[in-house]
């Protein structure tokens, strides 16, 4: 058995059932991260582990620790880390990585390892899959779909905290223009669209 495998069967017995940061999301940041690195130059094996990690602490979002997650992460990286004998450098790129992956954290990772991680995780906020993903957490945090006075923001600043569809305006189209690398950037120019799509529906069917 790989590193690699062994720790995404540690990764597996940890994770949470958060539907938004199930062991799915993980398997599907890690696929993003794969298609990434065939055109960046980095080192898989840290990309790779970094991305399995970067959940292992997913406090929900009505937690007043959320915005402690991706530290906490790291911090028990380091720990799980420890046990493959990975060098102390490898150590500080990976929970560096998990560290910085943030958005509420407003951060630039360091490493081409971190923007990695970060782009690859955020791609899985877009498209089909984060449409699905903002409207589980909405239900999850009991939160109505929309403002019924303005469902799309048009006189009023977003505020995703009360109404689920706010959380594109606030965050999901806010993405395509944080991403780091080129291949990053034009996967989340596709998804973005879908999202877009999906709202201009979603008009037609609540106005």
């Known amino acids: 058995m790989t590193i690699l495998e062994s720790i995404k069967n540690d990764v597996r017995k940890i994770i949470e059932n958060d539907s938004a940061h199930d062991f799915e999301h993980i398997l599907r940041v890690y696929h993003n991260a794969q298609k990434i690195l065939k055109k960046e130059k980095a080192n898989k094996k840290l990309v790779l582990s970094a991305v399995l990690l970067h959940d292992v602490v997913s406090y929900p979002k009505s937690d007043k620790r959320s915005k402690n997650s991706s530290i906490d992460s790291a911090?028990?990286?380091?720990?799980?880390?420890?046990?493959?004998?990975?060098?102390?450098?490898?150590?500080?790129?990976?929970?560096?990585?998990?560290?910085?992956?943030?958005?509420s954290h407003k951060k630039t990772p360091k490493t081409i390892e971190g923007k990695i991680l970060q782009d690859a995780d955020r791609l899985d906020?877009?498209?089909?899959?984060?449409?699905?993903?903002?409207?589980?957490?909405?239900?999850?945090?009991?939160?109505?779909?929309?403002?019924?006075?303005?469902?799309?923001?048009?006189?009023?600043?977003?505020?995703?905290?009360?109404?689920?569809?706010?959380?594109?305006?606030?965050?999901?189209?806010?993405?395509?223009?944080?991403?780091?690398?080129?291949?990053?950037?034009?996967?989340?120019?596709?998804?973005?669209?879908i999202l877009k799509e999906f709202l201009k529906q979603l008009k037609q069917e609540v106005l």
């Open 75 to 103: 911090k028990k990286a380091k720990r799980i880390l420890k046990k493959y004998n990975f060098t102390d450098e490898e150590i500080i790129i990976i929970s560096d990585a998990i560290c910085d992956h943030s958005f």
């Open 125 to 193: 906020a877009l498209g089909a899959i984060g449409i699905a993903r903002v409207f589980s957490t909405g239900g999850s945090l009991k939160r109505p779909f929309y403002n019924p006075e303005d469902p799309f923001c048009k006189k009023r600043s977003p505020d995703d905290k009360i109404w689920t569809v706010d959380h594109f305006f606030e965050k999901l189209f806010k993405l395509e223009s944080f991403m780091n690398t080129k291949s990053g950037k034009n996967e989340a120019k596709k998804r973005t669209i």
